[in-house]
């Protein structure tokens, strides 16, 4: 689909020129609902030096070509002093408290005069939040509208602000969370910005559910996992704490995913385990070398806003190839995602162990 919220912010970045008077310092904060081509598109056209910030390891990397500057990081701006910085394009991200986060860091590095140019739908609250950073901002601003009730603003921060920072629930911070899963009390470690950070996934709880089911079926113990897209860590602590499973001998965690604050969290997570652990940003475990007894996925099936059957491919043949001959790969999916045939010509065994409240979990082996 035609991002139109996107296009607005791009005619900007395109048609903005560079003061020639002074060296400037430009931001351009990336997230998952961009795509590649987009930026590329962006960064290509722009008469002005950029800075992309992105929390995407993927996306970064594949930015890394491009003659800018891209940093891969939760939306860390600690690196930019108070009044440093000459203009911040941003495009929405989904969470609030992520838009908060931004807006809020954009008040506190923007020189005053310096402007946030932002974008989104109506329905993703860019209204309200271009309301919000107006009152926060106190300076000049102008607004403008695209099709299908996208909205587009230039907010210039004012000298003299007395407004308001946003609510961001203390986003850069990870905090303790207590919960319940699988019918038990389940406490962990997280932060905003990753995917349903402060909950527990139905299908991965289902999961946890059939794994000893699994490990009974082995016929040496498993010593090593990894967790392929981690997030804050799941499916590591629930293996972690399995007890009583003659077939589990768990040593070692590696724990990867392309979200920043997925990684900080895993990481905080996994020094409770008491196991040899290690947490790697990386796309798909496209750098991760070694194979692995265990490898437990709940694969992403869409990157933003749209729907992306390869990326469940993608994330079967990296499973596929870091898998022990005798290893034994455990999915969860939504019921209607063909994982079984995308699965066909890579794995010599594929069993469905059980669906549920629109979820299958998939047991493969080589
Ligand atoms: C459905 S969530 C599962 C999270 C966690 N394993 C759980 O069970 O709650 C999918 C995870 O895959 C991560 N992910 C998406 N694309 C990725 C990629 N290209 N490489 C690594 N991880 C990715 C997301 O950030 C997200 O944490």
């Known amino acids: 689909m035609n991002d139109l919220a996107l296009n607005l912010l791009l005619e900007k970045i395109i048609s903005d020129r560079e003061n020639p008077e002074e060296a400037e310092c430009n931001l351009w904060i990336l997230d998952e609902n961009l795509a590649p081509s987009d930026i590329t598109q962006g960064t290509a056209k722009s008469k002005i030096p950029l800075t992309l910030i992105c929390n995407r390891l993927d996306l970064q990397q594949q930015l890394k070509t491009n003659k800018v500057t891209s940093t891969f990081s939760d939306f860390d701006f600690s690196g930019f002093e108070d009044n440093s910085v000459d203009r911040i394009f941003y495009r929405v991200s989904k969470e609030k408290t992520v838009v908060h986060h931004i807006i809020n860091q954009a008040f506190r ?138 077939m589990l001998n768990l040593q070692q965690i590696t724990a990867t995913d392309n979200n920043a604050a997925a990684i900080l969290s895993c990481e905080e997570n996994l020094k409770t385990t008491g196991k040899n652990y290690n947490v ?74 059980a669906e549920n409240d629109g979820f299958k979990v998939i047991h493969c082996k080589r």
């Open 280 to 353: 790697i940003a990386d796309n798909c475990a496209h750098g991760i070398r070694g194979r692995f007894d265990l490898v437990l996925c709940n694969p992403p099936f869409h990157q933003g806003f749209s729907v992306d059957n390869d990326l469940t491919r993608m994330f079967l043949e990296q499973a596929h190839k870091r898998l022990h001959a005798k290893g034994d790969a455990v999915f969860v999916v939504n019921q209607f995602i063909p994982l079984e045939r995308k699965a066909q010509d890579l794995f010599g065994k594929i069993t469905l162990l």
């Open 109 to 246: 590095v923007l020189k005053p005069g310096g402007t946030l140019a932002i974008a989104g739908y109506k329905n993703e609250g860019a209204k309200t939040y271009i309301d919000k950073a107006s009152k926060l901002f106190n300076g000049a601003i102008s607004k403008s509208k695209g099709g299908q009730s996208s909205h587009f603003a230039i907010i210039s921060k004012g000298s003299a602000s007395h407004g308001k920072i946003l609510d961001d629930k203390d986003y850069a911070h990870t905090r303790s969370i207590n919960t319940r899963s699988n019918d038990q009390d389940f406490s962990f470690i997280s932060k905003p910005g990753q995917f349903g950070w402060n909950k527990t996934d139905k299908g991965s709880e289902l999961l946890i559910q059939l794994l000893p089911e699994v490990i009974r079926k082995r016929h040496t113990p498993a010593e090593t996992m990894l967790d392929l897209g981690c997030g804050y860590g799941y499916l590591s602590l629930m293996a972690a704490s399995l007890e009583g499973l003659e």
